[in-house]
């Protein structure tokens, strides 16, 4: 059976939207996002045969039918994280950072025996940031971006809006959906094959693109301080490398897999 994937924007969207914090509901974020990345099966009138065949997990039959609340048990949250494309998310592994690594940033579920949007979405950073960044760097910006653990009043940006805001990031530049930022300048490297200069003005160009397009959404955030804008700006900025590199990491984990079970030894 096919998987219903979706992108981590669309996880945001859905995210917002469980909390009643977007224009649409839930349900026309899954249908929104199935429908463009099954658009050629529209024209063709084909639609309904494919979905029979699309598998529909429990977190998502509760969305379809309307029964979902802004409220996840840990189950629900690995399985909206396993939806998400280039993740390997675990129910073990976010057991160990509900008990032990984060513990001081997610506390007790805050909505009876369940997690809030924002707690599941800072599991869902982690997932990302974990590929680049070790757990007590993350921990480390975590403090920064959401001072007290325990006061949420005082974050600088709410982690479901950091989610959304990076995930967003990520896919303005990668415009053409081909997994790859797309860096104006591309060819200065190609250009200069044999040049160190050619080299260094590529990885300017690349910086200088995620800087600029992570200040167009913290010129927005008002009430912060110079500072704290810059923090939240290099957070978008690392999260976005993140994502990045999760597609790497994700292209490497199967040509491993494949090997192994191919067993090219004979």
Sequence with gaps: MESFTLTRR????LLLAMEGRSDLQPLAVLQDAWRRTHSHLARSGSTMPTFL???VTPVLDKIIKGK???AFSLQEIVSLGQLVEYSHVSLASMQNWVKRDFKEFLGAPKIGKKYSVNQAAILLIVEDL???LDFESIRQLFHILFQQPEDDTDDLIQPVDLYAAYSTLYEE????GDQLLDVTGAGYAKDNENSATGQKRQEAA????LVQAADQYTCRLQH????QCEAVRNTLLVAAVSVQNSYFLSMARRYVNATLFLDFQG
Excluded: F, G
């Design 206 to 209: 690349t910086e200088e693109l």
């Design 130 to 132: 974990k590929s680049c």
């Design 224 to 227: 912060l301080t110079p500072n």
């Design 173 to 176: 530049l990668d415009a053409n």
């Design 68 to 70: 979902h609340s802004a």
């Design 53 to 55: 065949y699309t598998e």
């Design 10 to 13: 669309d996880m945001a969207h």
